[in-house]
């Protein structure tokens, strides 16, 4: 697409010097604060969401290695049982909630406006409160663990009546949270709607939109249709445990399974939530270090919008041991394996963008190929998990937990730190230190690999999820697993220090970055000025 | 140069989207329980009586109907089915008895709620007459037998042969029927 971009002038480069570095302030802490609470910049927001986004990484990774350090062998080490569910159902949601979701939503806040030549996101003092919601909201749920009674122990899926007659005095604080993390991803994506479709600069046609801000719009339309039903979900929930309602209840006329209903229902498109703003970055990540143009554009756009639609219908796919009738599961059996189809497609398309291509691996390219790999593995385990039959003997065993984490950690984790090397340049106008960049993926793609690939065998073997101690014969692959999970969570020191040197100092960035490079962010300069494209480009 | 209407007009028609979508989320309880309801699955039976079966016995076919009770968290109750299975033609009424006594040393209320299996059958058991209808009350140490009536319908799918029915009984002392009670039960 580079060669259709011509730049309308030195717009960019006209602004004075202090534009690169942030607006003008007072020196002293108090200023200092004010800039960064009061802002509406887009850039700088985009910023906030990604450090909280890496904060609750480590917080949410240390409650991993504890779950991984109880689970190195047979028997009750270190925690006693309550406080190991605490620890998986606090695990969940704040990677799903506090790391991956942030996370995405600063790189559009980052990414979207420099991508379509939009000054700004379209509505900022909403962008402003999107944002400082979410470190109330995971200040009160991480509050939890202080409270009388546990935290949250009945999993991140929080289903009745674990969540309603036996959820400990801190759930009020958990779906107090969650209807702030609801509010926070609704405002979020409305607002990058209404920047795509409001704000692109003359000649940017949808069609000629980056994927990533393709897999971004309909992203957004869905976190809209999923993220009030889950509010209204844990709302139901509230209404049970204190207002006399039965929605849950099965003695005041509710039915439990209902809950799973309503929760699916959000749960399923969420996971897409999570996953295809990975999609678009992969997208721009492997045309860049294979140096063509993306194979078949417009079947990826149209496969992700299959994927959004079908998600929204194959909820009950987590639901096939409940007892649903036949005729249901076969639909929801039919329907799951249906998204095989555009999710092959996509696959299909990055390996033939690189067929051919004059590659080079980088860090970014790394990851991305390393996605690429081990995301189509998490897929054929979902494949086998929506067989209905074969789903009777996976469901609630360790084969799901192995599944999950192949889809959440390669594919969306591993898209969101490609996506740091490959922006952070452009950002901060340093190169990155690409040893230790390197260092960084092959100590993470290998000890993934050992904490999440044992996992499947063990599933298949029988064992069960969220217990904290397990039969015997189960001993070598936990054990194995927990090595891994703790090389893994050492390596992410190397990323935070590579980030750090890289924010201090390091090779100067050109304003391209990469040899390959194509998209109007790669047209200002590195850093990206505070504002950018305040005229708007023309895009041809 | 940025149209502010335009952007705050479509932020409030995706606004106004999200909260259609809250209240979808609420929608999706009656719209469960007429489902469930109206396809006869998830083992949901009538939750007030109908009318007793009138039509032809359909004496070429024997039904077994198993009856089953369970107690919900440990509720210090004797409840168990007079018989435990009965063999019925479709379309012919018949009465059952539950056995109940309260071994609490207080006065307790409670609810049954039945289930079906296999689900589809549900829609098929016909009840005239119930203790699941309404909630029972016993004082300390007193028991009873109550009754259940009902029949099936002869357009019972011909492969099933055999049907449970499930009793489980909820400690419901001192609590009122909330209001979604009465969503989440659909009468016929
Ligand atoms: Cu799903």
Redesign the pocket.
């Known amino acids: 697409m580079s060669d259709a971009i011509t730049h309308t002038g030195d717009h960019t480069h006209g602004h004075g010097h202090d534009d690169h570095h942030g607006p003008h302030i007072k020196k002293g802490i108090l200023p200092w604060i004010g800039r960064w609470v009061f802002t509406t910049n887009h850039k700088d927001i985009g910023t906030l969401y990604l450090w909280l986004s890496f904060l609750m990484f480590f917080v949410g990774g240390a409650m991993a290695l504890l779950i991984r350090a109880e689970l190195f062998k047979p028997g009750l080490q270190i925690m006693n049982p309550d406080f190991f569910n605490q620890m998986t159902t606090l695990h969940g949601l704040i990677m799903v909630f506090g790391v991956i979701m942030p996370a995405s939503v600063g790189l559009a806040n980052w990414l979207v406006p420099m991508m379509i030549g939009a000054p700004d996101m379209a509505l900022p003092r909403l962008n402003n409160w999107s944002f400082w919601l979410l470190p109330f909201a995971f200040t009160i749920l991480m509050s939890t663990l202080f409270m009388k009674g546990s935290a949250p122990n009945f999993g991140w899926t929080f289903y009745a009546p674990l969540s309603t007659s036996y959820g400990p005095p801190s759930t009020d604080f958990f779906i107090f949270s969650v209807h702030l993390m609801g509010i926070s991803s609704i405002m979020g994506a409305l607002n990058i709607i209404v920047t795509i479709l409001n704000m692109r600069a003359p000649g940017m046609t949808m069609m000629k939109m980056p994927i990533f801000v393709w897999t971004w719009l309909i992203t957004a339309f869905l976190l809209l249709a999923v993220m009030p039903v889950l509010a209204g979900a844990v709302t139901m929930v509230l209404t049970d445990r204190h207002f006399g309602t039965s929605f849950f209840n099965a003695a005041g006329g509710g039915d439990p399974l209902l809950f799973q209903h309503v929760f699916?229902f959000f749960?399923?498109p969420e996971?897409y939530i999570l996953i295809m703003p990975a999609f678009g970055i992969i997208s721009e990540i492997i045309p860049t270090f294979s140096r063509k143009a993306l194979f078949g554009r417009s079947f990826m756009i149209y496969a992700i919008a299959a994927i959004a639609i079908l998600s929204l219908i194959?909820?009950a796919?987590?639901m096939f041991t409940t007892g649903i009738t036949l005729s249901a599961e076969l639909f929801f059996m039919y329907a799951?394996m249906l998204i095989a189809v555009p999710t092959g497609v996509k696959v299909f398309n990055w390996v033939s963008t690189m067929f051919q291509g004059a590659m080079t691996f980088e860090t970014p390219m790394l990851f991305a190929v390393a996605f690429v790999i081990l995301f189509t593995i998490g897929g054929f385990s979902g494949l086998m998990l929506s067989i209905v039959p074969a789903d009777f003997q996976y469901q609630d065993t360790y084969f799901v937990v192995a599944h999950f984490h192949y889809v959440l950690v390669p594919g969306s984790l591993f898209a969101l730190m490609a996506a740091v090397y490959f922006w952070l340049p452009k950002w901060t106008g340093h190169m990155y230190n690409e040893a230790l960049g390197k260092w960084h993926f092959w100590l993470s793609v290998i000890s993934m690999n050992v904490t999440f690939f044992p996992m499947h065998f063990l599933g298949l073997a029988g064992m069960p999820r969220r217990v904290p101690d397990y039969a015997l014969q189960f001993a070598d692959f936990n054990a194995i697993a927990s090595v891994g999970a703790f090389v893994f969570g050492v390596a992410q020191l190397l990323f935070l220090a590579n980030i750090i040197l890289t924010i201090r100092g390091g090779k100067k960035a050109t304003t391209k970055v990469w040899e390959g490079s194509q998209g109007l962010e790669w047209t200002v300069p590195s850093p990206a000025p505070y504002h950018t494209f305040a005229t708007p480009p023309v895009v041809k | 140069m940025i149209d502010k209407r335009k952007n705050r007009r479509l932020g409030i028609i995706l606004f106004s989207a999200s909260i259609l979508m809250f209240g979808f989320g609420f929608a999706l309880v009656p719209l469960y329980n007429v489902l469930c309801n109206a396809l006869g699955i998830n083992g949901k039976t009538n939750t007030t009586p109908v009318a007793e079966a009138y039509s032809p016995i359909d004496k070429s076919r024997v039904v077994t109907v198993q009856f089953i009770a369970t107690n919900n968290e440990n509720l210090p109750w004797d409840f168990h089915p007079s018989e435990t299975q009965v063999k019925v033609h479709p379309g012919e009424n018949r009465l059952i008895t539950y056995f109940a006594k309260n071994n609490a040393g207080k006065t307790m209320t409670i609810q049954a709620v039945p289930s079906v299996t296999p689900g589809i059958a549900a829609k098929y058991l016909r009840k005239t007459e119930c203790f699941c209808f309404t909630q029972q009350t016993l004082m300390s140490g007193k028991s009873m037998l109550m009754p259940m009536k009902f029949h099936l319908d002869r357009d019972l799918p011909k492969n099933i042969n055999t049907v449970t029915i499930a009793y489980t009984v909820f400690n419901t002392t001192g609590q009122t029927r909330g209001k979604s009670s009465k969503a989440g039960r659909i009468s016929k």
Do not use: A
């Open positions: 699916w749960g399923h996971v194959v909820w796919h987590h799951t």
